[in-house]
T-cell receptor, first 117, second 112 residues
Framework: DTEVTQTPKHLVMGMTNKKSLKCEQHMGHRAMYWYKQKAKKPPELMFVYSYEKLSINESVPSRFSPECPNSSLLNLHLHALQPEDSALYLC????????????????FGPGTRLTVT | DQQVKQNSPSLSVQEGRISILNCDYTNSMFDYFLWYKKYPAEGPTFLISISSIKDKNEDGRFTVFLNKSAKHLSLHIVPSQPGDSAVYFCAASVNRDDKIIFGKGTRLHILP
């Protein structure tokens, strides 16, 4: 199984709503990532979890709150978002490279298309 | 400041010919490079990678060449097929790090 799944595929939310994005992988990967991608732009890294601990936070606003309940699951909790947060949110996973002097390729999910109204 | 640059936003190539996608980088600390392919409404798919200790890596129709002195890499696809039409992202990382930096992408159109 080389699949990363993400739910929901599409999400429309108001600026006062609270919602969560979910990501799951069963490849035994110990690093998981959240990216944000705007139209015609490259994916921008938001967060990295390595061995279920937050290892990288790319100065993301606190209205985005990541959570890694276990090695297979990654959530992104959303609260009080702004219209400019509308984007494709991508989850990825890889074998953990931190400290191992090796970079592993990341496997991406299909993304959640988020629209903030 | 963009550390990974793909200066061609789009490229059109005849089916059966060679497609060459280029990528330049500025950070001399990068020592691992990857190419991803992305179809609309899907996440990026890993295609091929190369470590800085090599100057070439081949996988079927895909070959990546690395020129460290020029800080340049290229992806060759031969022969090009209609299913290769997609956006191709070049990415780079420093070993010891889970973070990879993406270029802006090049949209490849394979013409019949």
């Amino acid at each position: 199984d080389t699949e990363v799944t993400q739910t929901p595929k599409h999400l429309v939310m108001g600026m006062t709503n609270k919602k969560s994005l979910k990501c799951e992988q069963h490849m035994g990967h110990r690093a998981m990532y959240w990216y944000k991608q705007k139209a015609k732009k490259p994916p921008e890294l938001m967060f990295v979890y390595s061995y279920e601990k937050l290892s990288i936070n790319e100065s993301v606003p606190s209205r985005f709150s990541p959570e890694c309940p276990n090695s297979s699951l990654l959530n992104l909790h959303l609260h009080a978002l702004q219209p400019e947060d509308s984007a494709l949110y991508l989850c990825a996973s890889s074998q953990a490279g931190t400290g191992a002097y090796i970079t592993y390729e990341q496997y991406f999910g299909p993304g959640t298309r988020l629209t903030v109204t | 400041d963009q550390q990974v640059k793909q200066n061609s936003p789009s490229l059109s190539v005849q089916e059966g010919r060679i497609s060459i996608l280029n990528c330049d980088y500025t950070n001399s600390m990068f020592d691992y490079f990857l190419w991803y392919k992305k179809y609309p409404a899907e996440g990026p798919t890993f295609l091929i990678s190369i470590s800085s200790i090599k100057d070439k890596n081949e996988d079927g129709r895909f070959t990546v060449f690395l020129n460290k002195s020029a800080k340049h890499l290229s992806l060759h696809i031969v022969p090009s097929q209609p299913g290769d039409s997609a956006v191709y992202f070049c990415a780079a990382s420093v070993n010891r790090d889970d973070k990879i930096i993406f270029g802006k992408g090049t949209r490849l159109h394979i013409l019949p």
